[in-house]
């Protein structure tokens, strides 16, 4: 008998598929921002002329980063208070994980300074690092002393100006304005207004958060710099008289701040996110969560599911 050899041979072949490990991040934006500094008191040398006007607070630094949150890792703020009058505002610190364990990432920034010899402050420095990679950011300047009219305080993305002496004409006898902040969230880290002396007109005028200048045109109250309104703001330098003096304006805190598109819950296609010291708000038109943590220490966690593979 032959054998016949023609014959199919079937072999099963289990083809080769790339899996990528189930992954439970999600896309953040971040914030630390700086406390503002303090405006300057004003000082009355008890003589006639014997005065200075105080200058503006430096509003404090602004460092941002996007990235990748990991679940199951807590990280650490630690968020700085605003500086009362002759005081440099307090630094805020933020230690967050991108894309797995070992991607720490850490945003330190400087408060603002406070104002000094009737000159602004200068805005706080900062810095965001990596385990690749550090950057740095430079402060910006306040500006120029000027006993009669004082410089307003550098806000985070501007210098702080000089003072224009009265001469008799229009747009003379002010207080140097503040530098500018940044525009988010209502207005951040603006520089505080210069304060003036008699003969002068308005105290400096400031924007992004940051206090106006003292001044002489009301009550003896107004010889006082105003306080900062907003996040990493600087205050208000004082005005001064023979015999009057102000109290400069108070920098006000520094925040962190934790932005993502979705809700916090622990209901499908939620975020399990909690924190301490920290508040936060839901914008259901633009699907988006903001956290604000407060002065003082606070921690951020977001937990997945087990079991999870970490690094990814």
């Known amino acids: ?50 005065y200075e006007a105080g200058g503006g607070g430096g509003g404090g630094a602004v460092v941002s980063a996007s990235i990748s949150v990991v679940p199951n890792i807590t990280w650490t703020v630690d968020v700085g208070e605003g500086g009362s009058a002759d005081t440099n505002g307090e630094d805020t610190l933020l230690i967050a994980y991108d894309g797995n364990y070992s991607g720490q990432t850490t945003l330190k920034a400087q408060g603002g300074l406070a104002g000094s010899n009737s000159g602004g402050g200068n805005s706080g420095t900062g810095s965001l690092e990596t385990t690749a990679v550090t950057q740095s950011y430079s402060g910006f300047t306040g500006g120029a002393q000027n006993l009669n009219v004082a410089g307003g305080g550098a806000g985070s993305t501007q210098n702080g100006g000089a003072g224009i002496p009265y001469d008799g004409n229009p747009g003379t006898g002010l207080g140097g304005p503040g530098g500018a902040g940044d525009n988010i969230f209502l207005g951040i880290a603006g520089g505080g207004g210069g304060g003036i002396t008699p003969n002068n007109i308005d105290g400096g005028l400031a924007y992004n958060g940051g206090g106006t200048g003292g001044d002489l045109t009301a009550a003896p ?78 921690t951020f966690r977001y937990t997945a599911p087990f079991p999870y593979v970490p690094g990814n």
């Open 221 to 298: 109250s107004s010889f006082n710099g105003n306080p900062a309104t907003n996040y990493g703001g600087g205050g208000g330098g004082a005005a001064a008289d023979d015999g009057i003096t102000g109290t400069g304006g108070s920098g006000f805190k520094g925040t962190v701040i934790v932005q993502f598109t979705g809700v916090i819950g622990t209901e499908l296609d939620q975020f399990d996110v909690v924190t301490t010291n920290a508040s936060s708000s839901y914008d259901s038109l633009n699907n988006r969560t903001t956290i604000f943590f407060e002065t003082g220490s606070g």
């Open 1 to 50: 008998m032959s054998i016949n050899r023609n014959v199919n041979l079937i072999k099963a072949i289990q083809p080769q598929v790339n899996r990528n490990p189930v992954s439970y991040n999600f896309d953040a934006n971040l914030f630390a921002i700086g406390a503002g500094g303090g405006g300057e008191t004003s000082f009355d040398g008890a003589g006639a002329g014997g």
